[in-house]
């Protein structure tokens, strides 16, 4: 029961839990201000020598442990490949490295691979196209700082790659700062509904002065909408005699797989309905399942079980769920270390579908998770008109604007688990943060371009196999 009174001259209510406690004289920004004593903004620029911290190709070879063997080599090429994709695939030994540098202690549900990468075009229920993050893998309750940090240091990478001067790519990774500090003070002068929803995607481009984009933007959006299910089915499969169709193989990056493993993967389908809001299940009692393939996929999962199941529906139109597996995080060995306490996760892939739900203003509406041979997996629509930008083929000028628009989406990403106002009030006015956080991006980008090196030393010698062009 609610319980009602008279107090100060206004209702008093009892604290109902899970709804804010309001005391007097109660400021998150003060708050948040009051942080800089004791982690002054400058100290973020700091990026420590680990005299433990493991070499490139051990690093490599540690996250390969419980993938698919004949696979990793693929990944080590794609790794290889530069020093962005290195970033790309590396999320734990930078992890290693962020638990090591200043931290607030103030949490949020992060991405934990915010690289420029992860950040993309994607259909939302009524058709249109959103852009936001679309990669979880490594989705934690987390350092805020750590999302920020791997952000601003693959956009200077991404600047390097091409061809950008050194003064250019610092400008990218100081703007992308500014742009999320300046957006999470937006959010926190805003009712909070406001807020949860705000810097829709058509004001995007306005919001963070992001027009040089504008060009790219409308090719990938196009794009994207062409990227569909039926699209990929129409290209990867073929009538089977039974009337209705299979998938062709395409080694190594489609196959087929055998009976009792395809059965498997269909039969996760049943879990996997119950982990969805009822009103999903109409749409997806109206298609049978036709066939299961095996297909890699990304760089940094590469390796991981990932299948395709095809569906049909009355008019033989095609829906292609995908069933990844759903590794433990990256950054879970390091949130200890870093001081911060880890609940138990129940199955990994609940914990990669709420950590997306938790981030994104729109998800997928068959977002969900299942268990495949006592393997946790994801599920979710394949090729659901998903369109991203390369940050690594953009100009030099527009590389910038992609800064200034993913940090953007990044501070509105991390508002709906963290106060916006309490990081707004740590963040502050001025560039303080924004002047340490390039400096520590610059300084980490030397950092994995060194890691690069290595590991194609590594590749080199033999002591790592790589498989490229893959």
Not at 446 to 464: F, I, N, Q, W
Request: hydrophobic residues 40%.
């Amino acid at each position: 029961m609610i319980e009602t009174g008279e107090g100060a001259g206004s209702p008093r209510l009892t604290h109902i839990p899970g709804f804010a406690r309001r005391a007097a004289g109660d400021s998150p920004k003060a708050e948040g201000k009051a942080l800089r004593q004791r982690v002054p903004r400058a100290a973020h620029a700091d990026l420590a020598q680990d005299a433990g911290r493991p070499d490139a190709a051990t690093a490599v070879e540690e996250s390969n442990r419980g993938r698919i063997a004949e696979l990793t080599p693929i990944r080590v090429g794609r790794m290889a490949a530069t020093p962005f994709a290195f970033l790309r695939g590396s999320a734990g030994l930078m992890a290693y490295d962020l638990a090591r540098t200043p931290m607030t202690g103030v949490r949020a549900q992060i991405c934990g691979d915010a690289h420029a990468g992860n950040f993309g075009l994607y259909g939302d229920a009524r058709g249109g196209l959103v852009i936001d993050l679309n990669d979880f893998d490594e989705t934690v309750d987390g350092p805020w700082e750590w999302d920020l940090k791997r952000l601003a240091t693959s956009l200077v990478l991404a600047g390097r790659e091409t061809g950008a001067d050194e003064d250019t790519c610092h400008r990218a990774a100081y703007d992308t700062v500014g742009s999320y500090r300046r957006t999470m003070r937006l959010l926190a002068k805003l009712p909070a509904l406001d807020a949860w929803n705000a810097i829709a995607d058509e004001e995007l481009v306005s919001h963070t002065d992001a027009h040089d984009l504008l060009g790219t933007l409308e090719r990938v959006s196009e794009k994207a909408r062409a990227n569909t299910s039926g699209r990929f089915a129409a290209k990867s499969t073929e009538a089977a005699a039974d009337g209705g169709r299979r998938f062709v193989d395409a080694p190594p990056v489609l196959r087929r797989v055998p009976d009792a493993e395809a059965a498997a993967v269909a039969a996760s389908l049943g879990p996997y309905l119950e982990t969805l809001p009822e009103d999903r299940l109409p749409l997806l009692a109206r298609h049978a399942v036709h066939d299961v393939a095996f297909r890699i996929v990304g760089t940094g999962s590469v390796g991981t079980r990932s299948y395709v199941v095809l569906l049909l529906d009355h008019r033989d139109e095609p829906l292609v769920l995908q069933v990844k597996e759903a590794r433990p995080s990256a950054l879970l060995p390091h949130l200890a270390t870093a001081g911060h306490t880890v609940a138990p996760v129940p199955h990994e892939g609940r914990r990669v579908v709420l950590g997306q739900k938790r981030m994104q203003v729109v998800s997928d509406i068959l977002l969900g998770w299942t268990t495949v041979d006592g393997r946790p997996f994801q599920v979710r629509q394949f090729r659901n008109r998903k369109g991203s930008v390369d940050p690594a083929a953009l100009t030099a000028d527009q590389i910038d604007d992609y800064g200034r628009m993913t940090g953007a989406l990044l501070a509105r990403a991390h508002s709906h688990s963290a106060d916006p106002r309490l990081l707004a009030g740590y963040c502050g006015k001025n560039d303080e943060l924004d002047t340490a956080l390039a400096a520590f991006a610059v300084a980490y980008a030397d950092r994995t371009e060194a890691d690069h090196a290595d590991l194609l030393a590594a590749v080199r010698s033999g002591r790592v196999a790589a498989e490229t062009g893959v």
